[in-house]
């Protein structure tokens, strides 16, 4: 039916389709709720089981707000800097 270069092709763009959907789906089920946007989690869950490919996609570029560029501005109350003791050691 098709050569042997278009079954390869096809091959590679089914699995990069499929990693894509893998990718996406481990993302949400992992990312917190604080940072998830426009719909609950579940609701993404959803969306990526009823149009994998195009649920991925959106939840790639929208699902989620970006990550703070310092680690420490996601945690409140962390302080930037080392830590100084006030007391002695016992």
Not at 13 to 31: H, K, P, Q, Y
Not at 41 to 46: A, E, G, M, N, P
Not at 66 to 84: F, L, Q, S, Y
């Amino acid at each position: 039916m098709y050569s042997g270069a278009t079954n390869a092709l096809l091959i590679v763009v089914i699995g990069l389709a499929m990693l894509i959907v893998a990718f996406s789906f481990i993302d949400c089920v992992r990312t917190p709720s604080e940072r998830i946007r426009f719909v609950p989690k579940l609701l993404w869950l959803y969306f990526m089981v009823q149009a994998p490919l195009f649920g991925s996609l959106v939840w790639t570029y929208f699902g989620k707000s970006p990550e703070p560029a310092d680690p420490r501005e996601a945690i409140p109350g962390m302080t930037k800097g080392p830590v100084h003791r006030t007391e002695p050691l016992v």
